[in-house]
């Protein structure tokens, strides 16, 4: 009679050996060293952070940066083998930096040089920020460009032409909508292509259409 509820907690117990171990094997896996940097840069409420949850998971570190009282965010993440690890960069509108947010963001950028830059936006008011994305260029970042909030500007009538966009500023525009995580996956693609110059900088774009131009 109690055999078989010794079997059952036996086989539990092994359960949950091999789901330890597997953790631990995969927590030192991504405590590795990074093989590829990528910086997620943009201005307060654009949806950065949350583009960086989604494409970090959970193992996240919150320290402040040497010097400061400014926190960056670190995460890691694997995309096709390769571990990559992602900074979520304090807010910035300018790469001439007026506060101390962005004198870290400037300075992490300049002297970390990330394999790629993702800028994110607001879709709602590309023009505004577009400034950054150039001043990124012109430092000689690997740059994308993420529209976020694509499904709000959707709403309010406004239509961006990617890939226009991206044939002018010569890099590659992705659409993301990072509360549903659509284009995610997308621009997880990209920035592996961006780390290792293979990529080709007309994106289609998967959200929002591309028969219509502003």
């Known amino acids: 009679m109690n055999q078989p509820v010794k079997q059952v907690k036996s086989q539990r117990s092994l359960g949950a050996r091999i789901w330890a171990w597997w953790s631990k094997m995969r927590q030192r896996s991504l405590e590795a060293p990074p093989q590829k940097r990528v910086a997620i840069v943009g201005s307060p409420n654009v949806g950065k952070s949350l583009i960086f949850n989604r494409l970090t998971g959970i193992y996240v570190t919150v320290s402040n940066y040497p010097g400061t009282t400014v926190e960056v965010f670190r995460g890691r993440t694997y995309i096709e083998g390769v571990l990559y690890e992602i900074i979520d960069t304090p807010g910035m509108y300018s790469l001439l930096p007026c506060s101390e947010e962005e004198r870290v963001a400037r300075r992490l950028l300049m002297e970390e040089r990330p394999d790629v830059v993702v800028h994110v936006v607001d879709a709602k008011n590309l023009e505004r920020m577009l400034p950054l994305t150039l001043q990124l260029i012109e430092?000689?970042?690997?740059?994308?460009?993420?529209?976020?909030?694509?499904?709000?500007?959707?709403?309010?009538?406004?239509?961006?032409?990617?890939?226009?966009?991206?044939?002018?500023?010569?890099?590659?525009?992705?659409?993301?909508?990072?509360?549903?995580?659509?284009?995610?996956?997308?621009?997880?693609?990209?920035?592996?292509?961006?780390?290792?110059?293979?990529?080709?900088?007309?994106?289609r774009p998967e959200i929002g259409g591309s028969d219509s131009r502003n």
Not at 161 to 167: F, G, I, K, P, W
């Open 139 to 203: 430092a000689d970042f690997p740059v994308i460009l993420a529209l976020n909030m694509m499904d709000e500007a959707v709403k309010v009538g406004i239509r961006i032409d990617t890939e226009l966009l991206a044939d002018i500023l010569c890099v590659p525009v992705i659409p993301v909508i990072a509360t549903t995580g659509q284009g995610i996956a997308q621009l997880r693609r990209v920035i592996h292509e961006v780390a290792h110059g293979s990529t080709a900088y007309t994106i």
